[in-house]
């Protein structure tokens, strides 16, 4: 980002009294609040979705949220002389949520039940009808990575020297391949027989970074993959990072399921949508994914140490999953 951002700030209302670099953006101090100005290479409609998503999540009144600050001249764009676009939003200087602490776990997964709850609050639209805002199941997107994840291991095969890495993918490959066909299978076939009453407004992408804690609540930030599907795909994306970050320990897994559904309740259908996101192999399909992209002349010790401890993990990973369902 260049120092067109000087230029852009000045057509909002305020006074800047101090910028610096954060989030990939600038976290700016102004005479009407902090707030973030970002570089955007999104649509308008897409812009305008979030705006009034956020704005009726705003009247209800439970959390802050990073909403679009319009410009002098009433747009949610701003376009410097060079070109780039750039968009302006109320920020917070809160930390992101500490998946080291229990408590701020359990806090923070209250919160997303009632998140969730505001969603349902919200009446979808027909002008919201578009790509990103309705974007494919999870049954189809498991089932693209269930074919990288073919792809991967047929490449391997086909070598004649295999580095330790590439052994270690062969060694467990059938055992995670099983489990993704399962998870696929499984999450088709709930899709199949999903009614439209199921699908409600989604973060799209919570995890401890977007997720920041004050003392009195939480505030949520980056909607920009919100989309209408299952809530139950936001659940999973926080828990599936604290639970890799704990060892797969179940008594830590149900006390975020009970958290979660004090607040909201969870249905046999949500538990069996939830197991068979947990059941596919998610990381295991990240490392090959990363290989079969990176240089694979030089593999890092470190990708070999996350392979082997996800086979060290499977005990605890079952368990868990047997409580789940």
Known sequence: ????????????????????????????????????????????KRLEFEETVLQKLQEQGAWAVD?????????????????????????????????????????????????HRAFR?????EPWNLGSMLPPGMGEEMKRHTREMKRVRNFI????????????????????????????????????????????????????HHILMRYDGVDFIEFNQMHCGDQMTDLYRFMRKVMEKHAWNERLGAAMMEAYERAMPISQTDRAYLYYLFLYPEKYWKQLNYYYNANKAWIPAKSVEKLKNLELQQEERNRFLSKIK
């Open 1 to 44: 980002m260049n120092d067109s951002y000087l230029e852009v700030l000045q057509q909002y209302e305020g006074e800047t009294v101090n910028v610096r670099r954060g989030r990939g953006a600038w976290i700016c101090e102004r005479s009407n609040g902090i707030k973030l100005l970002k570089e955007y290479r999104g649509t308008l």
């Open 67 to 115: 909403q679009y600050v319009r410009n002098q001249e009433d747009s949610l764009l701003t376009t410097a002389e060079d070109g780039t676009k750039y968009v302006l939003k109320d920020w917070f200087l809160d930390r992101e949520c500490n998946l080291k602490d229990t408590g701020e776990i359990l806090t923070a997964v209250s919160h997303i039940a009632g998140l």
């Open 121 to 125: 609050k919200i009446p979808w639209q």
């Open 157 to 208: 095969s086909s070598k004649r020297k295999k580095s330790e890495f590439e052994l270690c993918v062969m060694q467990h490959f059938d055992v995670f391949m099983a489990q993704a066909l399962e998870a696929q299978e499984g999450l088709e076939l709930l899709g199949a027989n999903q009614s439209e009453d199921r699908l409600f407004l989604c973060h799209g992408d919570l995890d401890q």
